[in-house]
Antibody
Framework: QVQLQESGPGLVKPSGTLSLTCAVSGGSISSTNWWSWVRQPPGKGLEWIGEIFHSGSTNYNPSLKSRVTISVDKSRTQFSLTLSSVTAADTAVYYC????????????WGQGTLVTVSS | EIVLTQSPGTLSLSPGERATLSCRAS???????LGWYQQKPGQAPRLLIY???SRATGIPDRFSGSGSGTDFTLTISRLEPEDFAVYYC??????????FGQGTKLEIK
């Protein structure tokens, strides 16, 4: 049973950089799966941010691509998100998730972590 | 860019009733790559349906999915109290690579 756990600062200043890490347990980060970040502003819907394969290959949402970097640390079985030049619009619950390689759906999710952008 | 439009925005029903939720895509979606999720307040989404019609592990058989092309449906045959939540559809493959609908809130009447 794969388990995912997000961690990182809950408060980031405007124009700063948001950095989160997702720890993977109960499964191999080097398996044939893609690992994603998804966010949800308070009271709103879900937005996919980007994904990474264990090889380091990435795909990003075009709407965020210029500000997003996702990286993987296989030795520590975790992957990370950095989002630069944040504004209040980036305030959201950030989830990490594992996508099913065959169906493109997210079958495992972390509990989510709220990141607030405020001075 | 593909857009998934869910209807209705809010659905008010009573326990025991049948719920029918719609997801319409602005471009054709492969049935293999259409999923449905349930989200309760303060919780992460939970995968219900993948491949448009296959139930995820542990999902009761009162949940069923159907559809193809641009029109997909999630049906809950007999509502249980724990089914009242927000439901999202999601596609994979079109740009952006993963897209969610805006959600349908299923509330107790």
């Amino acid at each position: 049973q794969v388990q995912l756990q997000e961690s990182g600062p809950g408060l980031v200043k405007p124009s700063g950089t948001l950095s989160l890490t997702c720890a993977v347990s109960g499964g191999s980060i080097s398996s044939t799966n893609w690992w994603s970040w998804v966010r949800q502003p308070p009271g709103k819907g879900l937005e996919w941010i980007g994904e990474i394969f264990h090889s380091g290959s990435t795909n990003y949402n075009p709407s965020l691509k210029s500000r997003v970097t996702i990286s993987v640390d296989k030795s520590r079985t975790q992957f990370s998100l950095t989002l630069s030049s944040v504004t209040a619009a980036d305030t959201a619950v950030y989830y990490c998730a594992k996508s099913n390689w065959n169906y493109g759906t997210f079958d495992y999710w972390g509990q989510g972590t709220l990141v607030t952008v405020s001075s | 860019e593909i857009v998934l439009t869910q209807s209705p925005g809010t659905l008010s029903l009573s326990p025991g009733e049948r719920a029918t939720l719609s997801c319409r895509a602005s471009q054709s979606v492969s049935s293999s790559y259409l999923g449905w999720y349930q989200q309760k307040p303060g919780q992460a989404p939970r995968l219900l349906i993948y491949g448009a019609s296959s139930r995820a592990t542990g999902i009761p058989d009162r949940f069923s999915g159907s559809g193809s092309g641009t029109d997909f449906t999630l049906t809950i045959s007999r509502l249980e109290p724990e089914d009242f939540a927000v439901y999202y559809c999601q596609q994979y493959g079109r740009s952006p690579l993963y897209t969610f609908g805006q959600g349908t809130k299923l509330e107790i009447k």
